[in-house]
């Protein structure tokens, strides 16, 4: 057990032979245990300087290390739910020396990726989404005729979304060759909720050796007659035999549970239920953070570690006086709650990155954490609002795509009262592509009834929130991952009437349109080139008036948004000003039509041509084609 993050690399001679997981089939079955020691304290020590997720990759070590084992990979598919535990998966695949750049620029991926490697068999990122992929590729080996064994590995918190059990009841119609792993430490990134994990918990304080004595028994009789039970032996199972009895129901060949840390009984079980064919399901136990001794009593804390950083870093980052943008929120949402009785709080397992913590505390009542169930989360606070409470749903960005169907009929047309709080939009550095909110603005600005704000900074954002939540229908506040730029004044409350922006430079020849935070990034070249800068607030409605007496004004426009382009805050000026018969040229900038893959979110910037001596560039080349 590790109680610090080693200083120096570890000493790891079996790792270090590890090319591939078919060097690790070499090895004898007693050599494993040292080999999952190993493998945990390089893990421990290269998260610690690259930066990354950290608690479930440790728990699956001695998981990955059987599924590798047992399995004839890459022929044999692994298909890994969310993506957060796969760096032991990605150090026993021949990535082991390129660990140290993941998630940086060029470097490997902090979740499975198809391009880099065939050990990846599914791009993935958001949850839920294993089940699905590995059926298809199953019934796609069927067609094609053959034979290989594919395997979906998700956890107890994945597996309550829709999606997945949608997955499940597909594939026991198919009859597919599909084995799921149900990996349970009941955690997500927080603490799992809701009745299904209620009920995992239910199963492992009641599992006995009769729970045991029966896996082996199951294991060994690969006859199909062998799944029925009769309810004489699941009531002699007790508790342990719910889950068999769920999953039997289903028509899934269930075994466990069994402890996901003990390599030779996963071994053991996963080469068992090779021998049978359909679908079937092996429900491992194992603890988030296993091994080290911090992360084991804080898994939630230890989700994730940021690299270790140089004391002059470090030091800048504490004396930036800005608070983060979901601190904002959470403080704005108690002090609304206070004063408003009718709201309540909605959120699809991202309490914490949310922001929503100190709410959840002070109004346990009327917080509702849904777990990963972003498309509930967004009727429920429908038929919230039918009964006159205002619910606030705080949801990323990249996860409200999850839920769009929902948004547009269950919400907008039908013209509730909901404030979405739509957290890291824009891009959000090390996650990637998979994590971006790029394209918020594109797609709720064309949804009727939907309001739309684009806070600059820290205390706009505050403005804002109470701008929306007071606004009657449906509503949207953006903001970005990090910090607001600007400290908060609670006593300065000037009004923020929803369509209207600010001017906040007067200037001639041009006019900068701004649409949220990336107005740090062009404050410098406004101010030394005398142009005019609004701070547009809102892309949904847009202060028409504003901008068409800006047009008259000045020479031409430039729109800036952290969105794409492509249907975006700028789209949305083209349009008003093709409406209104304005002519005159308009530079439109944000995100062009690609997945930005990652890096620093500064670096993102400059990549994007977003940050200010990108802005400068792409400003003066534009004025040099104009006549």
Known sequence: MFTEIPNQRPLTPLLDGINSPTDLRGLAVEQLSQLADELRAFLLYSVARSGGHFS???????????LHYALNTPDDRLVWDVGHQTYPHKIL???RDRIASIRQRSGLSGFPKREESPYDTFGVGHSSTSISAALGMALAGKQQGVKRETV???????????????????????????????????????KNVGGLASYF????????????????TQLADPSPNSTQQTEAELETLGAGASAAALFAELGFFYVGPIDGHDIGALIQAIQGMQQRPGPRLLHVVTRKGKGFQPAENDPVGYHALNKIESELTAQAKSNDPSPRYQEI???????TARSDKRLVGITPAMAVGSGMADFATEFPGRFFD????????????????????????????????????????????????????????????????????AFDLSFLRCIPNMVVATPSDAHQCRLLLSSAYHHSGPAAVRYPRGRGHSVVDVEQSE?????????????????????????TEVQPLVKERHYTLCDMRWAKPLDAELILS???????????????????????????????????????LGLEDIFYEQASHTEQLAIAGLNAPGIKARIDLWLAGLP
Not at 329 to 335: H, K, P, T, Y
Not at 409 to 436: P, T
Not at 497 to 518: H, I, T, Y
Not at 559 to 588: C, H, M, R
């Open 495 to 519: 009004p923020a009437p929803v369509g209207k922006g600010v001017q906040l430079e007067k200037g001639s020849d041009l006019c900068v349109l701004n649409f949220g935070s990336l107005i």
């Open 56 to 66: 479930a990759g440790l728990g699956v070590v001695e998981l990955t290390i059987a």
């Open 152 to 190: 979906a590995i998700i956890g107890d918190g994945a597996i309550t979304a829709g999606m997945a059990f949608e997955a499940l009841n597909h594939a026991v119609h198919t009859h597919a060759d599909l084995m799921v792993v149900l990996n349970d430490n009941t955690m997500s990134i927080s």
């Open 93 to 95: 695949t021949g990535r």
């Open 370 to 437: 849904v777990a990963i169930a972003e498309q509930h989360a967004v009727t429920l606070a429908a038929g919230l609002a039918c009964e006159g409470l205002k619910p606030v749903v705080a949801i990323y960005s990249t996860f409200l795509q999850r839920a769009y169907d929902q948004l547009i009929h269950d919400i907008a047309l039908q013209n509730l009262d909901v404030l979405f709080a739509i957290d890291r939009a824009g891009l959000v550095g090390e996650d990637g592509a998979s994590h971006a909110g």
């Open 329 to 335: 929120f959470g403080a704005w949402l108690c002090e």
């Open 201 to 216: 918990a239910k199963i492992l304080e009641g599992s006995s050796e009769l729970v045991q004595q029966h896996n082996a």
């Open 550 to 588: 800006m047009a008259a004004s000045h020479r031409g426009l430039v729109t800036l948004e952290e969105n794409a382009v492509a249907g975006g805050a700028g789209s949305a000026v083209l349009e008003l000003l093709q409406k209104n018969q304005q002519t005159l040229p308009v530079l439109t």
